[in-house]
Every structure is written in structure tokens, then in C-alpha cells.
Antibody, heavy 121, light 110 residues
Framework: QVQLVQSGAEVKKPGASVKVSCKAS????????MHWVRQAPGQGLEWMGI????????SYAQKFQGRVTMTRDTSTSTVYMELSSLRSEDTAVYYC??????????????WGQGTLVTVSS | QSALTQPASVSGSPGQSITISCTGT?????????VSWYQQHPGKAPKLMIY???NRPSGVSNRFSGSKSGNTASLTISGLQAEDEADYYC??????????FGGGTKLTVL
């Protein structure tokens, strides 16, 4: 079955960077787009960006441009999301979520279990 | 890109039907048939319930249905059950080639 398994919780100081991983299994990794979505405590979902695992091309939400980098490792079927210059407002659960075969397959299914990133001095 | 607008909360009794609205603009909901809906139970990851406005993934109950009119999409849940109590989020593709979510709606089954 399709499964996305994310790395464990992180605690970071303001100004630091965090890198979250998402290991995919149960399907052809390079065939499906992958999104990253975050959710601050008690808040709604926020789309961060998308990566095409086949060629590595990315597109980011304007809010995160310059601070976020999404990469992939096809040898391990893993995508990564790195967020830099962390501030307290970045405290959130970060999810990877699989997109479709095409860029305009506009759904997120399934989702990883989430990774809590806490930014605190 | 502003979040799509959803009611903060809705409620209904078991067996009843409820509808959750999701209002966007002519640059997102109104421009494409790329609206999806997600159910999220506390402490859990979201689950896809509806995609492309009205399509249900396999395994999702046919009590869940979606529709759209102009800049507003809707999720209807019929025959409410206790297990439907959760947060629900809509999402849409946008003309900026990005995605946007609604603020979320808390469904309470009375």
C-alpha cells in the first residue's frame, strides 16, 4: 500500500534551519508529484510547495520563497523539505502529501503522519 | 493568496444532512474544477474525501458529495454519523499555479 513515513519531531532555535524527510513506498516514486503542507497549532492547513520527483523541479508558495528548499533522492524514494531562518511562527506540524501523476492532478493523497517542528529559544 | 472562506463550525444530529461552504474568487475556486475536500480527526493527518469538485476516491462513503457554483464550492454529508465529527478543509488550485486551503470547519455531531 502507498505509504509516506516522515522523520521525527525537531526542536530548533530561532534563526536555525530544519530539514524534514518523507520516505515513500508502495508506488513508483518518480511518477507522482509531492506537496508539503504545514499546520500551526490549532490552525488550518497551509500549502508550502510542490516537487516533481522525476526531475526535481519545484514550485513554492510566495510566502516561503527564499526560505524553503525541496529536494529528492530517487535512490531512497525520499523527498526533503528544508526551511531556514526559523522563527517562532514556523512552529507547526509539517506534512508531505502525494499529488497526482500530472501537475494538475490537484489533490493530496495520501498524507504522511506529520512532523512537529518547534521553534523556541 | 488569501485563504478560502469556510464557516468556523457547523453542527447536525445523527441522520441529518449538513453542507459546508468554501468561498474563493474567480482566480481559484471560480476558475477551475480543481476543488478538493479533506477530513481531519484530532491528532491525525488529513484524509482526501472529494477531488475535482465532486469525485469520491475509492473507499470514501457515498454519504459525502461535492458541488460548485461560481466562486463557492460545497461539501454535503448526508446521514450524519458520530464518526463524521472532525475538521473539514477545502482546497483549490489557483491561477498563480499554487494551491490554497480554506480556514477549516469544525463539524459537531450533536
Amino acid at each position: 500500500q502507498v505509504q509516506l513515513v516522515q522523520s521525527g519531531a525537531e526542536v530548533k532555535k530561532p534563526g536555525a534551519s530544519v530539514k524534514v524527510s518523507c520516505k515513500a513506498s508502495g508506488y513508483t516514486f518518480t511518477s507522482y508529484y509531492m506537496h508539503w503542507v504545514r499546520q500551526a497549532p490549532g490552525q488550518g492547513l497551509e500549502w508550502m510547495g510542490i516537487i516533481n520527483p522525476r526531475g526535481g523541479s519545484t514550485s513554492y508558495a510566495q510566502k516561503f520563497q527564499g526560505r524553503v528548499t525541496m529536494t529528492r533522492d530517487t535512490s531512497t524514494s525520499t523527498v526533503y523539505m528544508e526551511l531556514s531562518s526559523l522563527r517562532s511562527e514556523d512552529t507547526a506540524v509539517y506534512y508531505c502529501a502525494r499529488g497526482g501523476l500530472r501537475f494538475l492532478d490537484c489533490w493530496f493523497d495520501p498524507w504522511g503522519q506529520g512532523t512537529l517542528v518547534t521553534v523556541s529559544s | 493568496q488569501s485563504a478560502l472562506t469556510q464557516p468556523a463550525s457547523v453542527s447536525g444530529s445523527p441522520g441529518q444532512s449538513i453542507t459546508i461552504s468554501c468561498t474563493g474568487t474567480s482566480s481559484d475556486v471560480g476558475a477551475y474544477n480543481y476543488v478538493s475536500w479533506y477530513q481531519q480527526h484530532p491528532g491525525k493527518a488529513p484524509k482526501l474525501m472529494i477531488y475535482d469538485v465532486r469525485n469520491r476516491p475509492s473507499g470514501v462513503s457515498n454519504r459525502f458529495s461535492g458541488s460548485k457554483s461560481g466562486n463557492t464550492a460545497s461539501l454535503t454529508i448526508s446521514g450524519l454519523q458520530a464518526e463524521d465529527e472532525a475538521d473539514y478543509y477545502c482546497s483549490s488550485y489557483t491561477s498563480s499555479s499554487t494551491w490554497v486551503f480554506g480556514g477549516g470547519t469544525k463539524l459537531t455531531v450533536l
